[in-house]
């Protein structure tokens, strides 16, 4: 037995995210079945070609490329999730599920092959030094970052904390560029801001990491304490353009809403691997309304909180439809040669629906008023437009339970001689169940405003807690938003 990682992890979206949601637990080492003569030919084949491609190339070729090209290759095959990490890479993605590294402090895009400040992170180097948003950066330790991929620039201003590094940037409205030197520091990722609108209190979470659910919890603390505790109308939890991450934390923050019940559910191809995460007692917003915001952009673990405040109706959704990722990968360390990232299983809401390339309808569907140079840019291919990817399933929890219950059931029970006039009701009703089941659904807008006034979702949110409802001309039924996708 060893210790892995499972993730229910992504890809890369139109708007540039990565989806990550990982727990721990233990695999046997063992392979499941036997495997046949015939697989091992094929494996003496696959060792011919790779000794005729090495030794009689017109170039002499990378024997370790190749061979991580072949497993790349044999996994890409099964699903666009299922990955081989280089050490790298997998040291990076523990970095990014830790929050914190050695850097500077600045949150950055790419925008026309240029490095673009989004904003720098209060109390780092980067914010000590002035740098600001919407700068520019163009040279990093004088080399051109012109054609850089966003990768490459992180990794150069990442590094050792207490070296140095020079940045030369450009900013709007100035002739000159300014040319800064900073010293890093350890980062911590913020995951979570929060901020009060009047009576209500809003949280912002951009990706589950280690630390999320306290940031939340002291987030929900803040924000009470700061408006009070008797006039607090609600809270909206923004989970737009949510990047995924650990699922243990969107289990705990799904908890801070929630008193009872299930959270979520995991199954993989054996029924024994079958797991339940459940909600405990204590709501730490003790019954207040809550809105959740959900777009084009919220995948993986946000959608599984989404699900589960949607599906014990302890929130509202507004927005658009989800990603509809809803497979759980599993990180198997590989030693001193990165790890495999291996599709696993499938996960589930509380009601037992299956999200996988279907993502999460909102209660209310509201669109934002994309500008013109967003237009076309703005939507999300979601899931299912990912080539190979799996289709959903729906657990049938209904008729276990009614299998666990009939056999409880006493020999006298009164009900006993009903239930024979009842099955074929109770089929008629799966059935129809079934019959409305959702097809495979596109993705849709990820487009946020980045002016509040102008945020048409978070609008509607702050309207519907004050007065209990939205205006027909902004908000629709979800049905509205299927409709279209038809």
């Given at each position: 037995m060893?210790?892995?990682?499972?993730?229910?992890?992504?890809?890369?979206?139109?708007?540039?995210?990565?989806?990550?949601?990982?727990?721990?637990?233990?695999?046997?080492?063992t392979?499941?079945?036997?495997?046949?003569?015939?697989?091992?030919?094929q494996?003496?084949?696959?060792?011919?070609?790779?000794?005729?491609?090495?030794?009689?190339?017109?170039?002499?070729?990378?024997?370790?490329?190749m061979?991580?090209?072949?497993?790349?290759?044999?996994?890409?095959?099964?699903?666009?999730h299922?990955?081989?990490?280089?050490?790298?890479?997998?040291?990076?993605?523990?970095?990014?599920?830790?929050?914190?590294?050695?850097?500077?402090?600045?949150?950055?895009?790419?925008?026309?092959?240029?490095i673009?400040?989004?904003?720098?992170?209060?109390?780092t180097?980067?914010?000590?030094?002035?740098?600001?948003?919407?700068?520019?950066?163009?040279?990093?330790?004088?080399?051109?970052?012109?054609?850089?991929?966003?990768?490459?620039?992180?990794?150069?201003?990442?590094g050792?904390?207490?070296?140095?590094?020079?940045l030369?940037?450009?900013?709007?409205?100035?002739?000159?560029?300014?040319?800064?030197?900073?010293?890093?520091?350890m980062i911590s990722?913020?995951?979570?801001?929060?901020?009060?609108?009047?009576?209500?209190?809003?949280?912002?979470?951009t990706?589950?990491?280690?630390?999320?659910?306290?940031?939340?919890?002291?987030?929900?603390?803040?924000?009470?304490?700061?408006?009070?505790a008797?006039?607090i109308?609600?809270y909206?939890?923004?989970?737009?353009?949510?990047?995924?991450?650990?699922?243990?934390?969107?289990?705990?923050?799904?908890?801070?809403?929630?008193?009872?019940g299930e959270?979520?559910?995991?199954?993989?191809?054996?029924?024994?691997?079958?797991?339940?995460?459940?909600?405990?007692?204590?709501?730490?917003?003790?019954?207040?309304?809550?809105?959740?915001?959900?777009?084009?952009?919220?995948?993986?673990?946000?959608?599984?909180?989404?699900?589960?405040?949607?599906?014990?109706?302890?929130?509202?959704?507004?927005?658009?439809?989800?990603?509809?990722?809803?497979?759980?990968?599993?990180i198997?360390?590989?030693?001193?040669?990165g790890?495999?990232?291996?599709?696993?299983?499938?996960?589930?809401?509380?009601?037992?629906r299956?999200?996988?390339?279907?993502?999460?309808?909102?209660?209310?569907?509201?669109?934002?008023?994309?500008?013109?140079?967003?237009?076309?840019?703005d939507?999300?291919k979601?899931?299912?437009?990912?080539?190979?990817?799996?289709?959903g399933?729906?657990?049938?929890?209904?008729?276990?339970?009614?299998?666990?219950?009939?056999?409880?059931?006493?020999?006298?029970?009164?009900?006993?001689?009903?239930?024979?006039?009842?099955?074929?009701?109770?089929?008629a009703?799966?059935?129809?169940?079934?019959?409305?089941?959702?097809?495979?659904?596109?993705?849709?807008?990820?487009?946020?405003?980045?002016?509040?006034?102008?945020?048409?979702?978070?609008?509607?949110?702050?309207?519907?807690?004050?007065?209990?409802?939205?205006?027909?001309?902004?908000?629709?039924?979800?049905?509205?938003?299927?409709?279209?996708?038809?």
């Amino acid at each position: 037995m060893r210790k892995i990682s499972i993730l229910v992890c992504g890809v890369a979206m139109g708007v540039g995210m990565s989806l990550v949601a990982t727990q721990t637990r233990l695999m046997s080492t063992t392979s499941a079945t036997a495997a046949s003569p015939d697989i091992y030919r094929q494996l003496n084949l696959f060792g011919d070609v790779f000794e005729k491609v090495r030794s009689d190339y017109v170039e002499k070729p990378s024997e370790s490329k190749m061979i991580e090209s072949a497993i790349n290759g044999m996994l890409s095959s099964l699903d666009p999730h299922s990955s081989y990490m280089d050490a790298k890479a997998f040291k990076d993605m523990q970095v990014e599920t830790r929050g914190q590294f050695g850097g500077l402090g600045i949150e950055v895009t790419q925008e026309d092959g240029q490095i673009k400040v989004v904003t720098p992170i209060d109390d780092t180097p980067a914010a000590r030094a002035g740098v600001l948003t919407n700068d520019l950066i163009t040279k990093i330790d004088g080399e051109a970052v012109q054609g850089m991929a966003l990768n490459q620039a992180v990794d150069k201003m990442r590094g050792p904390v207490n070296t140095k590094v020079t940045l030369t940037i450009q900013r709007p409205g100035r002739k000159d560029p300014l040319q800064v030197t900073l010293t890093r520091e350890m980062i911590s990722i913020r995951s979570v801001r929060s901020r009060v609108e009047g009576d209500i209190a809003y949280i912002r979470l951009t990706q589950f990491i280690e630390h999320s659910f306290d940031d939340v919890k002291a987030a929900i603390e803040k924000t009470t304490k700061e408006i009070g505790a008797d006039k607090i109308k609600g809270y909206v939890l923004d989970l737009r353009n949510n990047r995924g991450g650990l699922l243990d934390q969107a289990v705990y923050v799904s908890d801070a809403f929630l008193n009872r019940g299930e959270i979520v559910s995991t199954r993989g191809r054996n029924a024994d691997e079958t797991q339940r995460f459940s909600a405990r007692n204590g709501d730490l917003t003790n019954g207040k309304p809550v809105v959740v915001l959900i777009n084009g952009g919220s995948a993986s673990a946000a959608e599984i909180v989404a699900g589960a405040l949607q599906d014990h109706k302890r929130a509202t959704l507004i927005g658009t439809r989800s990603f509809g990722k809803g497979s759980v990968q599993t990180i198997i360390p590989l030693g001193s040669n990165g790890a495999l990232r291996l599709t696993t299983a499938r996960y589930y809401t509380p009601s037992g629906r299956s999200i996988q390339a279907k993502g999460i309808d909102p209660d209310m569907v509201v669109l934002q008023d994309i500008p013109d140079e967003w237009k076309g840019k703005d939507e999300t291919k979601g899931e299912a437009g990912l080539k190979g990817h799996l289709s959903g399933e729906r657990r049938d929890r209904e008729n276990a339970a009614d299998q666990q219950d009939a056999a409880q059931k006493k020999p006298d029970d009164k009900a006993a001689p009903d239930a024979g006039k009842a099955a074929p009701d109770k089929a008629a009703k799966d059935k129809a169940s079934k019959d409305k089941e959702p097809e495979e659904q596109s993705g849709s807008s990820a487009y946020i405003p980045p002016d509040p006034a102008k945020d048409k979702q978070l609008q509607a949110a702050l309207e519907l807690l004050r007065t209990g409802r939205v205006a027909a001309a902004v908000a629709r039924p979800a049905d509205a938003q299927k409709a279209k996708a038809n």
